[in-house]
């Protein structure tokens, strides 16, 4: 079984500074995908950034980028410029890379607060 | 953009009744999921459903629980005898064929009192 962890429950940043959110995450797998999700105080769950394992470059969005080591099975977030707008829950999570009709639950991690401060 | 629809956004209901939730998956979507988090806590897989039927399921979906695609565009979620520790937002997600995004809808919150 695959388990991710969070191991910030709370962080908070400046306006226009950067933070970096930590993720670590057990599997035996080899392919498999990373997420990052932003839960809002209205508790929608927006993708924020998703990484395929077999990627060696680290995915990039806009102002949110990842720190993928696969051989630490560590997956950061770091959000730059941070905006009013990014405080959330963020959370991590898993997907193996298995057949059609298997495999393909997410396994999130207990996320981080993220509060942005004016 | 295409969405995930989830109704009702909030539902009380008496500890012992029966509760259906109701989402709208993305049209072309094959594979359809829901999720549950208690408040303060994480995000949780129920259950998976392809080809119309159930292709995976937690330890948390057990005799309680049944999904249903009645119709070909809606897919329900289904708890027999509710009870307090069922109260919980869920979410419905939908994944196309040969992708592995997720959509997730807005949420259900269920409160039982």
């Known amino acids: 079984a695959q388990t991710v962890t969070q191991s910030q429950p709370e962080m908070s940043v400046q306006e226009a500074e950067t933070v970096t959110l930590s993720c670590t995450y057990d599997?035996?797998?080899?392919?498999?995908?990373l997420f990052w999700y932003k839960q809002p105080p209205s508790r929608q769950m927006i993708l924020v950034i998703r990484?395929?394992?077999?990627?060696?470059q680290n995915a990039t969005e806009n102002r949110f980028s990842v720190n993928f080591q696969k051989a630490a099975k560590s997956f950061s977030l770091k959000i730059s410029d941070s905006q009013l707008g990014d405080t959330a829950m963020y959370f991590c999570a898993f997907m193996k890379h298995g057949g059609e009709a298997s495999g393909s639950r997410l396994t999130f991690g207990e996320g981080t607060q993220l509060t942005v401060n004016p | 953009e295409p969405e995930v629809t989830q109704t009702p956004s909030h539902q009380v209901t008496q500890m012992g009744q029966e509760v259906i939730l109701r989402c709208v998956p993305i049209?072309?979507?094959?594979?359809f999921y829901w999720y549950r988090q208690i408040l303060g806590q994480k995000v949780e897989f129920l259950v998976s459903?392809?080809?119309?039927?159930?292709?995976?399921k937690s330890e948390i979906f057990d005799d309680q629980f049944s999904v249903e695609r009645p119709d070909g565009s809606n897919f329900t979620l289904k708890i027999r005898s509710t009870k307090l520790e069922d109260s919980a937002m869920y979410f419905c997600?939908?994944?196309?064929?040969?992708?592995?995004?997720?959509?997730f809808g807005s949420g259900t919150r269920l409160t039982v009192v």
């Open positions: 990484q395929e394992a077999y990627k060696q």
């Open positions: 049209s072309n979507h094959l594979y």
């Open positions: 459903f392809y080809n119309n039927e159930i292709s995976e």
């Open positions: 599997t035996s797998e080899s392919n498999y995908y």
């Open positions: 997600a939908s994944r196309p064929g040969g992708g592995y995004g997720y959509t």
